[in-house]
């Protein structure tokens, strides 16, 4: 019976401060609707792809299983393409890729200072207070700022890149996805196909460097080897590494099969700001509650002592 005497006077408690709550939780909620406002609008351009198995990789396992030891010998895989597949998937993510990518095209006042976009002059602004866009300067010296490139930190320019992008992989379809973030939705798509295609033309020149190496090594055994099997063997794994010369040499879709463009994302994928607003509003809700209940259990264990 002291207990629901309690509890009554609880509730009796908190519906004499209703106006209070409603007050605090409402003002609290109105103030995290101004910083919601100053958030900036970001945009998701999102391209699906797969990973190219190279169907004369196939073959040419088969090839070098037959002779083993001249295949091992130049470097080349027996277990197909699948290391390829990894490599190329690692490497998308890899931040010495990506920092590379963003050196090349000069993108690096886009990836760290971008501060909001407007459709009306179509122009990225800055953080004024990190970059002088006209001086082309920046102007922060604090751990973020590398004294050797006169610029961004590699590992500060690795977090706001890991914030931008992100990649998933189906496991049962091996479709790939990469997004990217972005308050300009132009600069969001123009970087995702720049990480396609840059990667390809990178894990082309890689694959080409390895061929030309195994060729290399092939014709020194020609020179050298007197048996006739062995120079029939070397002779096949040279028309191999050939054909894959060609292929890599003609093929535009090198490591990756784009399955669908970058698209250009007209519509914001965050901040959620109605979503975020419910959700604070509840939770400030209950803090307030559980606020005047402790001041009410206070009260009460002071008028006891009392």
């Known amino acids: 019976m002291n207990n629901e005497i309690k509890l009554l006077d ?26 919601l406002l100053f958030l900036p609008n970001k945009y998701t351009s999102t391209t699906a792809f797969l990973a190219v198995n190279k169907e004369s990789e196939g073959g040419l396992a088969s090839l070098a299983s037959s002779f083993g030891g001249v295949a091992s010998l130049a470097g080349i895989n027996l277990g197909g393409g699948d290391s390829a597949v990894v490599e190329a998937e690692f490497m998308l993510t890899s931040n010495s890729f990506l920092i590379d990518v963003v050196n090349k095209y000069g993108f690096l006042p886009q990836v760290v200072a971008a501060e909001r976009y407007s459709f009306d002059t179509n122009e990225i602004s800055y953080n004024l207070d990190d970059y002088d866009p006209v001086a082309k300067k920046w102007l922060f010296d604090d751990l973020r700022y590398s004294h050797r490139t006169k610029g961004p930190s590699e590992w500060y320019i690795a977090t706001k890149l890991n914030e931008m992008i992100s990649l998933s992989k189906d496991d049962l379809t091996g479709l790939l996805k990469l997004r990217v973030e972005h308050v300009s939705p132009g600069f969001a798509q123009e970087f995702s196909v720049l990480l396609i295609s840059e990667l390809n033309e990178l894990m082309r020149k890689r694959e080409a460097e390895r061929i030309d190496n195994r ?26 590494q050939i054909k894959k010369k060609m292929l890599s040499d003609t093929s535009d879709d090198f490591a990756f099969r784009i399955i669908e463009k970058a698209n250009y994302p007209e519509k914001k994928s965050s901040p959620l700001r ?12 209950i803090g307030v509650l559980f606020l005047y209940m402790l001041l009410f259990a206070y009260q009460q264990h002071k008028q006891r002592e009392s």
Do not use: C, P
């Open 10 to 35: 609880l509730l009796a408690y908190l519906w004499s401060r209703k106006w209070q709550i409603i007050l605090v939780s409402g003002g609290a909620a109105a103030l995290f609707v101004i910083y």
């Open 215 to 240: 060729l290399t090594f092939l014709h020194n055994q020609l020179d050298t080897s007197k048996n006739v099997e062995v120079n029939t063997a070397i002779y096949s794994l040279i028309e191999q």
């Open 274 to 285: 109605a979503i975020l607003l419910v959700v604070f509003s509840i939770v400030m809700f």
